[in-house]
């Protein structure tokens, strides 16, 4: 998989400097949610999260006029968020499922709602880092425009796939997803865990939220997620709950969503539609390639309800 | 004996619901009455009403209304263009009152409001952008809309003369006759200016897809575009991206130069207060309904915005000649000969069409210089 | 809204007398009605929150949905393309799937019968009809099976399958409706080649709802019978409950899964061709109203039942007619319905959990 992701580098700039504006949120949701599900829940209300963080984080951006305490208040939002669908899953036989499609509604209810004043004001939005400044190309100047949240998601994706594998927290998270009968039987406390999953998923797709409404595109209104927080939540099974392959699924994926526009600007101008859709149907048959019927998904935490 | 014992709970129960029923019936005194004494007027919106562009525009004209004694607004907003607009103009008229309804999406003419107008053939509709036809369409109906594409041809006057790279962009949801008459008219502003201008437009396929419309402009701005203008629900993103990378940007709908301080040269608004007005007063005043209500600058349908900081004086001169010919009404923007941008000829040499041509309200081609397909 | 608040307690009471399927009739419809009293109660206190008067609210809540025969079609018409996409989710579910690809199927369903409306124009109506459901359905169903399909076959997740599917439906549908399948006269609503007048299936008699709500609410029935009373239905729920289990008693576990995506596919489908046939007479991007994706939460909420399906997307109906009431009379956002459904269905979804627990509502025998 890191291989055709790695490819996307050979492309042209445009793709490149998409693939960097546009995965950010997706990486972010990815993360959180490949937090979650590690944890053997899933939280498909994730997109609900992005847009409450998006609107929160424009909110308090206007507000104290500091994007990053924005930031921080659209990941606690996105906490609170995740806390709920945490504390609700925890009941018994309740659909973890069917719950993130309620918290689907209400995140982007609640975020419609309040966010009605902030639709016309302007609030400060993040800096961006100039990282192509040695190149005498604006294109390239521009396509390397990077910001400190790009940047800090790759870190955590590293820092993710380390505690996976090498600390007792992520052990135990590990535990308490694959088999909860072992975790409760070493006693560890299995719905506390995961709804501190959750709710520290939550946290990170709320921090991605606030990347669309704070750099990039960077204003709120109501159309500003076209489902990247259910795409992202897809992404997650895509990378086989591995966060590094997360993040090369969100590049991949953002890239592949700059194609459309990118084709259109040097004027290959027919089917745009097909081109946008390009994004689906190179994850659709990536998918096609890589799974197989004979066994359950590589990776896949045994308690998940969507791989059961 | 215990289904009997059941049977009364449940009809305890209901008799309960019932009695909550009738005190709903018997309607408190804090209840927003039906507006009996207020002419009702009715407005429905496709997206949100603070969007900085279509539907604001509309909202914005909704408000002065309101401000007229005697009327009383009612509105809705993000609704669908499905059956949803059907119940929402009954529920304005049967629930409300309503005796005016504007229903402002193009997509609410056909088959909704023409419906909903044989239904209630009491009340006025009036539409924004339809091709309301003598004969074929209900009486009680009507359409409005107004002659942007002047202000368009504005927008590319200066927009011709901002340019270095002689390389304009346009970023527009779908290729439909109201938005390929404003590139054409963009595209032929900017080439009255310096010939060899050409306009790369980029269709994102809806009419509001913040991250694409964004995408659109970097990937524009990166072949070499220095001027873009639009036309899309919101055109908020596109404005603060081409502020953000450094090129100018012409508005559209609504005045965006507060979002992009440096590089806003002018832009195309709407001013729908004219047509709102006479449709409210005519209504009040019981005269017909004038079916067919159109007009541009010269009328006050549309406005350009104030010059940004950019536009040079050598622009300001020629633009404001050319608006002053508008106003007098006698600029045409479409005259022989245009070749469209496959070389086949559109308009004929000799050919001249006024404003109020309704071909031009059916355009399916783009003229020489756009790179682009319908 | 306090009268229903009140229901459990009162008939809770007197609940042990009644013979065991009244009871689990009574916990199937008072647990429910009980959260949507505690979420009426919390959608107060938000509303109270924000300075509006929630017994206002209430009232317009019941004014717009359910208080007058107006009300009533309003909600009933909102609910009936709910119906059918909300059996795209519920009968796959029964074969242990989690489909959310009903939007796609629905616009493709509603192309397909666009197209051979057309093409069949000047034809009997009662038979372009019939060809436009069949080819709707038939489109569905092999969109939905073809979810299904690659779970089977090749191990594809079907959740984010039919998902992806959706979105590469929908820009499918655009395609076709804004190139090859325009309509040239169709100038700045692009839609394809409107079918006949005649061939309109129009709305029931006397009524301001269209024909859509019987085909789903039939569709419905067939969906219960086929469920509940078949040995195909019984199959199916075997090997929703384990797969394992339903492979080695023999059953045809590829021709169930494919069926049941095929059968929901089928109602998605038939749902498009309601919108083509009843509402817009040709396909155009009218089509894609987020019908699909409301039919998720019906089924959720329905808890993948049939039948109970309809009162939940006449519900979901309702609560959509009166939140247009509350934006005209109390100047609430647009978003008041989507904060109130939220609730709603976090609460109800949450007492899930009270099921089997009250001792009321158990069996004498348990």
């Known amino acids: 998989m890191e291989s055709e992701a790695l490819g996307w580098y050979g492309v042209p700039i445009a793709v490149l400097g998409g693939a960097i504006r546009v995965s950010t949120p997706f990486l972010f949701v990815s993360l959180g949610e490949c937090l979650t599900e590690r944890s053997g829940r899933i939280n498909l209300g994730l997109e609900g999260v992005l847009v409450m963080g998006a609107m929160s984080g424009y909110a308090v951006s206007f507000l104290t006029g500091n994007a990053w305490v924005g930031v921080l208040v659209a990941g606690l939002a996105g906490m609170a968020l995740g806390l709920l669908h945490g504390l609700v899953c925890s009941l018994a036989r309740v659909s973890d499922i069917a719950v993130g499609i309620g918290l689907m509604l209400l995140g982007t209810g609640l975020a419609f709602f309040l966010g009605k004043p902030y639709v016309q004001p302007k609030a400060p939005t993040l800096p961006a880092l100039h990282l192509g400044d040695w190149s005498a190309s604006p294109q390239i100047q521009a396509a390397l425009q990077i910001n400190v949240l790009f940047l800090a998601g790759i870190a955590l994706a590293i820092a993710m796939a380390w505690a996976f594998r090498a600390t007792r927290w992520g052990l135990i998270v590990r535990m308490v997803g694959d088999s909860a009968d072992a975790a409760r039987a070493m006693g560890y406390p299995v719905a506390a865990v995961r709804t501190l999953c959750t709710a520290a998923g939550g946290f990170l797709a709320g921090v991605g939220g606030s990347f669309l409404s704070l750099y990039y595109p960077g204003s709120w209104n109501e159309g500003l997620s076209s489902g990247q927080g259910l795409m992202a939540v897809a992404l997650v099974i895509f990378a086989r709950w591995r966060p590094l392959a997360c993040f090369w699924a969100a590049l991949l994926f953002g890239g592949a969503g700059a194609i459309g526009p990118a084709l259109q600007s040097v004027g290959v101008t027919g089917g745009y539609y097909l081109f946008n859709a390009a994004p689906y149907v190179l994850t659709l048959a990536i998918m096609i390639f890589t799974s197989s019927p004979n066994r359950t998904l590589a990776g896949a935490p045994g308690e998940l309800s969507v791989t059961r | 004996m215990s289904h009997d014992l059941h049977n009364r709970s449940r009809r305890t129960a209901l008799k309960t619901l019932a009695a909550g029923a009738a005190a709903t019936a018997a309607s408190p005194l804090w209840l927003p009455r039906a507006f009996a004494a207020d002419f009702v007027v009715g407005v429905i919106y496709v997206g949100p009403k603070d969007d900085y562009g279509y539907s604001q525009a509309q909202a914005q004209a909704a408000a002065a209304i309101k401000k007229m004694p005697g009327v009383k607004v009612i509105e809705q907003e993000k609704v669908a263009e499905t059956t949803d607009v059907q119940k929402v103009m009954a529920s304005m008229i049967e629930e409300d009152g309503a005796k005016l309804v504007f229903p402002t999406s193009f997509g609410y003419f056909d088959p909704h409001m023409l419906k909903m107008a044989e239904k209630y053939p009491q009340v006025r509709f009036a539409h924004c952008g339809g091709l309301w036809t003598e004969g074929k369409h209900p009486k009680n109906t009507a359409s409005y809309f107004g002659y942007i594409d002047e202000c368009q041809y504005l927008n590319g006057v200066c927009a011709g003369h901002a340019t270095k790279s002689k390389k304009l962009g346009f970023i527009a949801a779908k290729p439909i006759p109201q938005v390929l008459r404003n590139i054409n008219a963009f595209t032929l502003g900017a080439k009255s200016v310096k010939p060899d201008i050409t306009t790369q437009v980029i269709f994102t396929g809806d009419w509001l897809l913040p991250v694409k419309e964004a995408e659109a402009a970097n990937s524009l701005i990166d072949q070499g575009v220095d001027v873009i203008t639009m036309h899309v629900d919101s055109p908020k993103v596109v404005v603060e991206t081409c502020e953000r990378r450094g090129i100018h940007v012409c508005g559209y709908h609504a005045d965006q130069s507060a979002l992009a301080p440096k590089g806003y040269l002018t832009g195309a608004e709407w001013n729908w207060l004219t047509p709102y007005t006479t449709h409210v007063k005519d209504a009040m005043a019981g005269k017909p309904l004038n079916n067919f209500l159109r007009g541009g600058l010269k009328e006050g349908f549309v406005k350009p915005s104030p010059y940004g900081k950019a536009v040079s004086e050598g622009a300001r001169k020629q633009a404001d000649a050319i608006k002053a010919q508008m106003m007098k009404g006698d600029f045409a923007i479409f005259k022989g000969e245009l070749k469209d941008n496959t070389g086949k000829v559109v308009v004929p040499a000799g050919t001249v069409h006024k404003q109020t041509d309704v071909v031009l309200e059916q355009m399916n081609w783009l003229v020489a210089g756009v790179i682009g397909k319908v | ?366």
């Open chain 3, 1 to 366: 809204m306090e009268a229903v608040a009140a229901l459990p307690a009162n008939a809770g009471t007197r609940a042990p007398l009644a013979s065991d399927a009244v009871r689990r009739a009574a916990e199937g419809l008072l647990i429910p009605l009980g959260a949507l009293a505690v979420s009426m109660l919390l959608f107060g206190v938000f509303v109270l929150v924000l300075g509006k008067d929630p017994i206002a609210v209430y009232q317009l809540i019941w004014k717009g949905a359910f208080s007058t025969s107006f009300a009533w079609q309003n909600t009933l018409q909102r609910a009936a393309p709910l119906i059918l996409t909300a059996l795209c989710v519920a009968i796959p579910a029964r074969a242990g799937l989690i489909v959310i690809g009903a939007e796609g199927a629905l616009v493709l369903g509603g192309l397909a019968a666009a197209v051979s409306g057309h093409l069949l124009s000047g034809h009997a109506p009662l038979a372009v009809q019939l060809a436009m459901a069949l080819a709707a359905m038939t489109t569905g169903a092999a969109w939905i099976a073809l979810a299904g399909g690659l779970r089977h076959f090749r191990g594809v997740n079907e959740t984010i399958g039919s998902l992806l599917l959706t979105y590469i439906a929908i820009a499918l549908f655009n395609h076709f409706v804004e190139g090859p399948l325009r309509d040239p006269a169709s100038l700045n609503k692009p839609s394809t080649m409107p079918i006949d007048e005649a061939s309109m299936v129009g709305n029931l008699p006397g009524l301001d709802v269209h024909w859509g709500l019987v085909f789903g609410v039939v569709f419905c029935l067939a969906c219960h019978v086929l469920v509940r009373h078949t040995v195909a239905g019984f199959a199916l729920r075997v090997v929703g409950g384990n797969v394992r289990a339903a492979r080695l008693a023999g059953l045809p576990v590829g021709a169930l899964i494919l069926g049941s995506c095929a059968v929901g596919g089928a109602a998605a489908g038939l749902a498009g061709m309601v919108e083509v046939a009843a509402v817009h007479g040709s396909a155009n991007a009218s089509l894609i109203a987020g019908y699909g994706y409301a039919g998720i939460l019906v089924a959720f909420i329905a808890r993948h039942n049939p039948l109970a399906i309809v009162p939940v997307a006449i519900l979901v109906g309702g609560i959509n007619a009166s939140g247009s009431i509350l934006q005209r009379r109390l100047d609430l956002p647009d978003a008041t319905v989507l904060v109130l459904q939220g609730i709603a269905f976090m609460a109800i979804l949450a007492a899930e959990t009270l099921y089997g627990r009250a001792r009321l509502f158990q069996p004498r025998g348990a």
